[in-house]
Each structure stands twice: as structure tokens, then as C-alpha cells.
């Protein structure tokens, strides 16, 4: 194991600790890929508005393919700005009412049932489901760390983990997957927008607003310490574990 | 801009864009003369030159049978496994990629292992390859016999426990405290990795729920492997000084008082340090543009660091905080060689490959020269080992080039550099040495 050149020089007049010390941890699955501050700029730690960990979602997928497996229907004959907007925030993701959860579609995959059956069971009074459609390498599945929103913009963070060694998948190829995730309290699906997603590799990450504490080591009763077991990421099983906010 | 003049990655990485431009032929309005370039063929010629062979060593004889311990070990773990895993062994694509991967790198690090210098470095290339075979056993005994995370944690408590074990018969004792230094500074580092591994892969503090799947266990168990191996060559070097010893005394006290000793001298001569000043602040001479800036800013800002000793001191791991007593005082004293070179007018030119040549010279020679005249071999080998890869590390960052590329001499100012730190740190090594083997002898 050679040292980089900047190790050398720091510690490079290091004597037999370098040999004796080779611990080489090359990991893949845990690299931060993705992760980064994904920019959402002021104070790094403050607690977001709304915090949903851990929520209430389904997911399915359909293999070997980036087509979108939920469409939002068209409106039929003509419609207005308004309606228009409607549906445009429902493709953007949000789902705030019984009529904009008729309006998906959702394919014949594994789990779709599930998936009508979840949006049937929200009570849009009191919560709203945010739809995420995109795709995810086929050996990998996307967990539902958590979601952060307030009244103008939501954001997903999520885990890419592997699924599980009998899964027969193939290496390089995509599957299309569509998250539901239902949220408590309602928003104003013309104000609101998607600020994007942040995937970690191998894990969630821990929030940034509990990161100092966690790293804090003194700080211990503070830490993260939920251990969800691995998935069968090919069910549409609802995840849920009851920490909102 | 001809094609010539693109900036290559090492320019880019070396130099801000204006730079690279003005590197570029002399383009009009950049103000300044530009920097020569020099013959790419040349460069090539110059970094391909020798580099002293300096094997890692340690002052005991490691039996031929403990470094066949572990070629079994690993040829034993690497023969539980059906490889290359098929796709009906491992299913799931990414993971049977990433295990025949691993298989593959297993083989070739044993393969590695028999092409070493010296068999410390034998056992240390042969631990990594024992990780890595396990890694391969154990994703087939997770697929083929359900093998989980805590059908493991057995095997990482009874590591723990022979750690603990090992740490209360481990005892500074020796007849030569300088040779003794040199076979328990890597003792107390390999008791260290195994007791990190035996309780498996740290939590990263930053990532929380990850799942345990084929993939974690694989790397748990890994990990006890290497743990494991690191405490059988600990035990092993442990046990090789004790069997050589005639007559022995407890080396604790002297060890104690040579580290108070030269870490208060230490401390003294660094005093006045403050890594955070700019160099340009305490040498006094224009060093600005010179490759020479570079080895007095990584030295002088690292001067005065003296965290490891105290930590590896507070951690009872007395011939580490030597060690890195040795390593500290070998920075101060090649930052001070440097500075008075060139306070006394020594400029350190690059105008021409030819430069280069010199300087890389300079650094090979004094590498040379050093294990040539050290009073104490075992002492400034590491070191001197260090500083010889680095010159490799240096030289394959210069090079290669192309036919006929003309290399402007700003993208290289920096590996230069590194060269004349070599030079510097070769240079007063065998002083540093004789200080510390005084101070333990003393």
C-alpha cells in the first residue's frame, strides 16, 4: 500500500507504522458518492421547518427500464390555467388531495396495488404524499431516510443500499422506480417545489442538525440509533416507524 | 492555442489557469516573460533514472514458517469459495462483481507478497491478502450457509480478549533499548489495528441505518481477519526479540526518559514556530517562485506539531512516541537545513531539465549518502525508505510525455519541490537518529 504523496510528506518520515498500519478499509458501497452540502446554504445545523425521518412510504419498481411507471393523467377536453397548474404540481411530486390521487396512473408492477391502496388510506386533511419517480442502478434499492420541507420548497434524502444477494440483477443496468411517501400536515401545492434529492451510498446519513451533536463524542444519548434490517427491496411492504417531526 | 499548449491534468492540477496559460508559448497580454519550457523526451529520461532499493525491515529474524502462516491462511479461505462466483452463486450482479473482483485482488496481492524485499514487508502485503480472501469465504458462507453479523461477533469478542491478553504480557524489555524501540514501535502498531478490528468497521459517526447485507458482513468479517493477522505478527515479532535475548532489562523507564527528554528539547526548539505564519515571514531570502518554497512551507508548516507523541504517550505506546519524536525533530532539522541554504544564497534554479536533473540527484544522492554514513541503520532505514518512494511518487507524477512535448517548467515547480524535501530530509536523518539512539543509550 503505497502512501499518496501528501501522506508521505506529512507523515512521511514515518518509520515502520506504515507497514505495520496498512488497515487498508477500501469500501465500496460506503463512499460518500453523492453526498455533499447539496447547497442549500445558511447555517449547515439549523433543524428544518419540517422533518418527516423515516416515513411512511412505498416503493416500486419495474426492471430494465427508465420509463416512468406513474403518469399523471391529462385533463380531459379543455382546461384552464388553473387546472393546469394542478396537475403540473402533481407531476412535480405533490399529491395534496383525493382528486390529484386519481389522477395517477399507476402501471401493472409488482406492488401497485399497494402503492392505490396507500394513497386510497391518506387522509388528505391531515397529511399529503409527495411522489418521487425516477430510476436506480438494478442491484441497489433507495431507502427513505428523510424529508425536509417547508412551505416553498421539499427535499428527499435518501440511502442507495444493495438489495439482497439473491436478487438476481444485473450490473449497470437501471430499474425505473416511483416512491409514495406520505407526509403529516398539509401545503399549498402552487407555492411549494421540489428542492431536490441527496442519496447516500450504504446508509442515511445522519441529519446535519444532529450531526454536531453526534459527533460531539461526550453527547452520546443524542445519537441516531435507528438500524432498519435489510429489505427485500423487491416487495412494496410499508415502511413506516412512527418518527415524525 | 495549439494543441501542444493544451493544459494536461498534471498543469491543471498544479497551477491556477492564468498560470498554465502563460505557460502556453507566450501569449500576448498576459504581461511578464514567460517561463521556459523544457524537452518532455528529456524528463522522461531524467525521472527514469534509479532510485535506492530500501527495503522495510525490523532488528528480528521473522521465521519462514510465520510468513507460510499466512500464504496457507489465505490460499485455505480462498479454496472455501466456487470463483468466480457465477450468476447462480451470487445472483445479485454487483455483489458477484465486487467479490470475483476481490478474489482477484486476493490472488494478486499473494502473488505481490512473494515479489517483496524483505519479509516484514511479506507480512504486512500477506495481511492485506488474508483480508481479502476472507472477504470471498465469507460472501460464499453467507450465500451458501446463511453465515450472518452475529454468527461473527464470537470471533471478534475472542479477539479482544487475545489483545487484551497480549497487552499484559507486553512488556519493554531488551538488552539494545534503540533495537528494541525498533521491534516495539511496530508491535504497538499492529496491537492497535487489531484492537480497532475486532470491533469491526467503526460506525461512520455520519451515517446511520445501514442495512447489514452480504456486502457488511463480508467486510466485518475482513476486518477480524486483518485484525487477527496484525496480532499474530505482533505476537510473533514480540516473541522473535525475546527468544534472541541473552540477558535483558526493563527498557520502560529508559524509554520514558529518553521521550521526556527529547520532547522537552522539542518543544524548546519549536517554541517560536507558528505553522500558521507564511514562510516568506522566516526565511530570509527570496525563495518566491522557486521550487525551494515548497518543501520550506510543507516543513515549516508542520513544524511544532506535536500531537502524535502526546497521544501515542497517553495511549502507553512508548516506542510510537519515539518514533514520532524521531519524526518531528527530522522536520525541524531539515526545515533548518533548508532555510540556512538558502539564506546563505543556494537559489535552487529550474530553468532547464538539466536543473531538474541536478535536483533530483541531489535528493537520490543524499538517500543515498544517508544509509551509507548512518551511525544508526535501523534508525534512519524507515525514514530513508519513505523518502525513496517518494522520489518514485515524484517521478511518476513528472513524467510521462509525449514525444517532442515541451513541458512548461511551472507544472513540475511543485514535484521539484518534493524532490529537494527528500534531499533535505535524507540529508539530516542521520543526525536525528544519533540524537535519539544517544538519548536511549544514555
Redesign the interface.
Known amino acids: 500500500?503505497?502512501?499518496?504523496?501528501r501522506q508521505?510528506?506529512?507523515?512521511?518520515?514515518?518509520?515502520?507504522?506504515?507497514?505495520?498500519?496498512?488497515?487498508?478499509?477500501s469500501?465500496?458501497?460506503?463512499s460518500?458518492g453523492v453526498d455533499g452540502d447539496g447547497g442549500d446554504g445558511g447555517d449547515r445545523f439549523a433543524r428544518p421547518e419540517n422533518v418527516a425521518m423515516?416515513p411512511e412510504s412505498v416503493t416500486i419498481r419495474e426492471p430494465g427500464t427508465r420509463e416512468r411507471i406513474v403518469e399523471v393523467a391529462d385533463a380531459d377536453g379543455e382546461v384552464n390555467r388553473t387546472e393546469r397548474e394542478r396537475r403540473r404540481a402533481v407531476r412535480e411530486g405533490f399529491v395534496t388531495s383525493a382528486e390529484a390521487a386519481s389522477w395517477l396512473r399507476i402501471d401493472d408492477v409488482d406492488g401497485a396495488e399497494t402503492a392505490r391502496q396507500f394513497l386510497d388510506e391518506t387522509d388528505f386533511e391531515e397529511s399529503f404524499v409527495f411522489l418521487d419517480r425516477g430510476s436506480v442502478?438494478?442491484?441497489?434499492e433507495r431507502?427513505v431516510?428523510y424529508i425536509t420541507w417547508n412551505q416553498s420548497e421539499l427535499r428527499r434524502t435518501y440511502?442507495e443500499?444493495?438489495?439482497?444477494?439473491?436478487?438476481?440483477?444485473?450490473?449497470?443496468e437501471r430499474d425505473s422506480v416511483a416512491t409514495f411517501i406520505r407526509l403529516q400536515g398539509t401545503v399549498d401545492p402552487q407555492r411549494i417545489e421540489s428542492d431536490g434529492t441527496h442519496t447516500?451510498y450504504?446508509?442515511?446519513?445522519?441529519p446535519r442538525w444532529r450531526?454536531e451533536d453526534?459527533?460531539e463524542p461526550e453527547n452520546e444519548t443524542t445519537t441516531?440509533?435507528?438500524?432498519?434490517?435489510?429489505?427485500d427491496g423487491t416487495s412494496a411492504a410499508v415502511r413506516h416507524s412512527g418518527r415524525h417531526r | 492555442m495549439s494543441e501542444d499548449c493544451q493544459p494536461t491534468r498534471r498543469g491543471v492540477l498544479a497551477l491556477a489557469g492564468s498560470t498554465v496559460l502563460a505557460g502556453c508559448g507566450g501569449l500576448p497580454g498576459l504581461g511578464g516573460s514567460s517561463p521556459p519550457s523544457l524537452d518532455g523526451a528529456r524528463l522522461d529520461e531524467i525521472t527514469g533514472g534509479d532510485v535506492p532499493e530500501i527495503p522495510q525491515t525490523v532488528p528480528v529474524t521473522i521465521a519462514a514458517d510465520h510468513v507460510q502462516g499466512h500464504v496457507d491462511r489465505t490460499g485455505t479461505l480462498l479454496s472455501e469459495a466456487p470463483l468466480p462466483f457465477d450468476d447462480s452463486e451470487l445472483p445479485n450482479g454487483a455483489m458477484r462483481e465486487e467479490m470475483n473482483a476481490a478474489a482477484e485482488q486476493a490472488r494478486s496481492t499473494l502473488d505481490d507478497a512473494e515479489n517483496v524485499r524483505s519479509p516484514y514487508e511479506a507480512i504486512a502485503t500477506l495481511r492485506d491478502a488474508r483480508g481479502k480472501a476472507r472477504t470471498v469465504a465469507t460472501a460464499w458462507a453467507y450465500a451458501d450457509e446463511g453465515l450472518r453479523r452475529e454468527d461473527l461477533e464470537d470471533d471478534a469478542d475472542t479477539l479482544a480478549a487475545d489483545v487484551d491478553a497480549f497487552r499484559d504480557r507486553l512488556s519493554y524489555v531488551g538488552e539494545d533499548p534503540v533495537r528494541a524501540l525498533l521491534v516495539y514501535e511496530p508491535v504497538e502498531s499492529l496491537v492497535a489495528v487489531a484492537s480497532q478490528n475486532a470491533e469491526g468497521r467503526p460506525e461512520n459517526p455520519r451515517t446511520t441505518r445501514r442495512p447489514e447485507n452480504l456486502v457488511t458482513v463480508t467486510e466485518f468479517a475482513a476486518a477480524l481477519e486483518r485484525g487477527r493477522s496484525a496480532l499474530t505478527d505482533a505476537t510473533h515479532l514480540f516473541d522473535r526479540l525475546h527468544a534472541d535475548l541473552t540477558r535483558s532489562r526493563d527498557l520502560a523507564g529508559t524509554f520514558e526518559s529518553a521521550l521526556d527528554e527529547l520532547f522537552v528539547q522539542l518543544e524548546t526548539e519549536t517554541s517560536d514556530f507558528d505553522g500558521n505564519d507564511p514562510v516568506s515571514a522566516v526565511v530570509d531570502a527570496d525563495i518566491d517562485d522557486s521550487p525551494v518554497e515548497v518543501p520550506l512551507e510543507y516543513l515549516h508548516s508542520d513544524v511544532a506539531r506535536t500531537g502524535s507523541i502526546t497521544t501515542h504517550r497517553d495511549d502507553g505506546e512508548l516506542a510510537s512516541a519515539l518514533v514520532a519524536v524521531h519524526r518531528e525533530f527530522t522536520r525541524l532539522r531539515a526545515f533548518q537545513d533548508l532555510r540556512d541554504r538558502v539564506e546563505s544564497g543556494e537559489n535552487y534554479a529550474l530553468e532547464s531539465t538539466e536543473d531538474v536533473a541536478a535536483i533530483r540527484e541531489s535528493a537520490v544522492t543524499a538517500i543515498e549518502t544517508g544509509l551509507d554514513e548512518t551511525a544508526e541503520p535501523g534508525l534512519s532505514r524507515n525514514t530513508l525508505h519513505n523518502m525513496a518512494g517518494l522520489v518514485e511518487n515524484v517521478d511518476s507524477e513528472i513524467g510521462p510525455y509525449d514525444a517532442q512535448e515541451q513541458v512548461p517548467v511551472d507544472w513540475i515547480r511543485r514535484d521539484v519541490g518534493e524532490y529537494i524535501y527528500v534531499a533535505a530530509v535524507a540529508r539530516v536523518t542521520p543526525d536525528v537518529s544519533e540524537t535519539v539512539a544517544e538519548t536511549l543509550r544514555s
Open positions: 500500500m503505497a502512501p499518496t504523496r508521505a510528506l506529512s507523515s512521511g518520515i514515518a518509520l515502520l507504522a506504515a507497514l505495520a498500519g496498512c488497515n487498508d478499509r469500501d465500496t458501497p460506503e460518500d423515516d442502478r438494478q442491484c441497489y431507502l431516510c440511502a443500499v444493495y438489495r439482497d444477494y439473491d436478487v438476481p440483477c444485473t450490473a449497470g447516500r450504504g446508509g442515511c446519513p445522519v450531526l453526534r459527533l441516531v440509533t435507528d438500524e432498519a434490517t435489510a429489505t
